[in-house]
């Protein structure tokens, strides 16, 4: 599996930004797809996940309302709309997929365990 990101930028507070995560090599319909993030000096953490089959989502408390996650017609790609942003939102924002659906949006959105496959990431920065 492959996923390539872009749409990154800098943005003053209050601005918009969309990224988006072209996914190829999937073998399966199911799967979950998402984003993580990591700031200067901090942990990894994950913003947002979808599920491929039913469209379901999970967000991280400090983005909810203000974050959008959807996937494209074709399905293979996700959009990830960034609404009002903040100098807190700055990261190297990465897509992020997993095909264990087993495992809870929960867990894996609290990084309990590393996801299958990740992108390179995409610099996103706000400032005030």
């Known amino acids: 599996v492959q996923l390539v990101e872009s749409g990154g930028g800098s943005v003053q507070a209050g601005g918009s930004l969309r990224l988006s995560c072209t996914a190829s090599?999937?073998?399966?319909?199911?799967?979950?797809i998402g984003w993580f993030r990591q700031a200067p000096g901090k942990e990894r953490e994950g913003v947002v996940l979808?599920?491929?089959?039913?469209?379901?989502?999970d967000y991280a408390d400090s983005v909810k309302g203000r974050f959008t996650i959807s996937f494209g017609d074709a399905k293979n790609t996700v959009y990830l709309e960034m609404n009002n942003l903040k100098p807190e939102d700055t990261a190297v924002y990465y897509c992020?997929?997993?095909?264990?659906?087993?495992?809870?949006?929960?867990?894996?959105?609290?990084?309990?365990?590393?996801?299958?496959?990740w992108g390179k990431g995409t610099l996103v920065t706000v400032s005030s």
């Open positions: 992020a997929a997993d095909s264990r659906t087993y495992y809870t949006f929960s867990y894996l959105l609290k990084g309990l365990t590393g996801m299958d496959y």
């Open positions: 090599g999937f073998t399966s319909d199911d799967y979950f």
């Open positions: 979808i599920k491929s089959s039913d469209g379901r989502t």
